[in-house]
């Protein structure tokens, strides 16, 4: 059976960083990571989940606007390494409504799978 498995998170000062990790454990995780579209979704009390960042199994990041229009390129960065099955979301300058639930979506071959999410919470 394929699980996702998330790490990192906590708490932040404004200002601060923080670096989550997703990676995929069971049998042909290998294979399926390999050629996944990783991404990270953001969930918080009063915002439904929305795509953060996500990253092609070549590299390509891409960061997309949320509903008021804004985005996190520039001080979040999505990257990968595929030979450790391993996607990270390195996240710098964190401000207050950066504070939720962040969970990792692994696509591949048509399926998807889901991490449990992780708290992130940026309070001085």
């Known amino acids: 059976q394929v699980q996702v498995v998330e790490s990192g998170g906590g708490l932040a000062p404004p200002g601060g960083s923080l670096k989550l990790s997703c990676t995929l454990s069971g049998d042909s995780s290998g294979d399926i990571f390999g050629v996944a579209v990783v991404g990270w979704y953001r969930q918080s009390p009063t915002e439904e989940r929305a795509l953060t960042a996500s990253?092609?199994?070549?590299?390509?990041?891409?960061?997309?606007?949320?509903k008021r229009g804004e985005n996190v390129s520039g001080r979040f960065t999505i990257t990968r390494d595929n030979a450790e099955k391993f996607a990270y979301l390195e996240m710098n300058d964190l401000k207050t409504e950066d504070t939720g639930v962040y969970t990792c979506?692994?696509?591949?071959?048509?399926?998807?799978?889901w991490g449990q999410g992780i708290q992130v919470t940026v309070s001085s």
């Open positions: 990253i092609t199994y070549n590299g390509v990041a891409v960061y997309p606007n949320n």
């Open positions: 979506q692994v696509v591949s071959g048509g399926r998807s799978y």
